[in-house]
């Protein structure tokens, strides 16, 4: 934990050169804009390479890139070398959240309930039934992500999906409901639910305006919604999280949850679920942007 003092100055880093450059850029202004309405003083730094390139005067930083270089690890990594406070998980735990096989494996070892899988690459092909999700291992936003309900579509989406990583993440899929449990310093939000059209929370799903509903408090019973809760925190505790994430979930007809993945950088956009999920528990998004920057630190990792 860092003491950020209001106004002193901090940047917001935004862009990026992943996949996700320009969900990270709307996250990233909002961000800004919170931050200003609450006393800070923000350069906003669009990140265009990897040369991370600050103004000289900034104290602390508030991590808005999404996807490669944003959530891996790197940029963490120059901003621990640099001895820089910055908001979010450090090295180790960005580069286990991002990688799906990496996370996978830690949740295994938690007993946190998973979706079964397989790691294939390009030649291989799934040894499971249908139907199936295809995951980049290291991609955001559902970028080369697609339900594969027939050994025909396979082919098609295997390919898409290889044009973002060379491994790639055969899941089960589970049918049922999609939820998700945003975390801030530790303590669980509101869950929260997801209905996207034909229950498919696809790119075009998350990012176009009024596309999908999202309930919140989650229309589920108390002893589910506190399982959640606590399966999410498990979760974060097991990557090694720190500051804020996002743990997203499948609950199948039986009621049974299983996690999919932990997002250590969450959206700040319009349409994001940490900022919808902090609302309904009385925290503003500005509060929000706040008590993150408040847990800006130095890296030891």
Known sequence: MCDIAKG????????????????????GKAIAEALRATGYTVHEVDVVDRALDLPG????????????????????????????????????AS??????????????????PTPAY????????????????????????SVGIHRIFQAEDWPAAFEDALQYDTQILMEQYIEGRELTVGIVDGEALPVLEICAPEGNYDYRAKYTT??????????????????????????FEALGCESVARADFRMNKAGELFILEVNTIPGFTATSLLPKAARAAGITFEALCDRIMQSARVSKD
């Open 210 to 235: 009024g596309l999908t509903s999202y309930k919140v408090p989650a229309p589920i019973d108390a002893a589910s919604a506190r399982e959640c809760q606590a399966l999410a925190v498990q979760a």
């Open 57 to 92: 005067d900034v104290t602390a930083v508030f991590v808005a890139l999404h996807g490669e270089f944003g959530e891996d690890g790197e940029v963490q990594s120059l901003l621990r070398d640099r001895g820089l406070p910055f908001t979010g998980s450090g090295v180790s």
């Open 8 to 27: 002193k100055r901090v940047a917001v880093l935004m862009g990026g050169v992943s996949a996700e450059r320009e969900v990270s850029l709307n996250s």
């Open 118 to 141: 397989e790691v294939l690459e390009k030649g291989m092909a799934p040894t499971q039934p249908f139907p199936l999700v295809v995951k980049p291992a290291r991609q955001g936003s």
């Open 95 to 112: 580069q286990r959240a991002f990688d799906k096989v990496a996370s996978k494996e830690c949740f295994a070892a938690a007993g946190i």
